[in-house]
């Protein structure tokens, strides 16, 4: 029997809308319409998040993060497993690293940013949030016109 505590992960979930929920989850599944946040500061009332209202959930190493820190995503340089991507939000956004689940039949996929020093840990993107999505090989620079604010 396996009494082990689910792992609390520290996580940022971004609306379509712009709201913003940072605070700690146990029960985030990729294939589940909605999972649970515990916003910082208040870990007894758990908020209920469905995936269709999100852009992304990006589990992160600190919920306070360095508004300084200028996310690297130049793939030629990016070591990672996986295939090199970099994704385009609707609003603009763009988020660069490796994928190894891409399925644009699916909710969404998760990836690992290219920069190492990166506040994320990972990405899991919602695909109907997505307006483009590029494929570089190995050693190919970021493709093209997928540059933008991170």
């Known amino acids: 029997m396996n009494t082990a505590m689910p792992t609390t992960l520290h996580v940022v979930a971004r609306y379509?809308?712009?709201?913003?929920?940072?605070?700690?989850?146990?029960d985030f599944a990729p294939n589940r319409g909605e999972f649970h946040v515990h916003p910082e500061g208040d870990e007894?009332?758990?908020v209920r998040i469905a995936l269709a209202a999100l852009k992304a959930?990006?589990?992160v190493k600190s919920l306070v993060g360095s508004k300084e820190h200028v996310e690297e995503k130049d793939l030629a340089r990016?070591?990672?497993q996986g295939r090199r991507v970099v994704v385009t939000f609707r609003d603009g956004?763009?988020?660069?690293?490796?994928?190894?689940?891409?399925t644009p039949d699916r909710p969404g996929f998760f990836i690992i940013p290219v920069d190492p020093d990166s506040n994320n840990l990972r990405v899991f993107?919602?695909?109907a949030a997505v307006a483009k999505v590029d494929f570089a090989a190995a050693g190919a620079a970021t493709p093209?016109?997928?540059?933008?604010?991170?």
């Open 16 to 26: 379509l809308d712009g709201r913003v929920c940072k605070g700690t989850t146990r």
């Open 44 to 46: 007894r009332s758990p």
């Open 57 to 59: 959930v990006f589990f």
């Open 78 to 80: 990016a070591r990672g």
């Open 93 to 102: 956004e763009t988020v660069a690293g490796f994928t190894v689940g891409y």
């Open 125 to 127: 993107v919602v695909n």
């Open 144 to 150: 093209a016109g997928a540059r933008g604010a991170a």
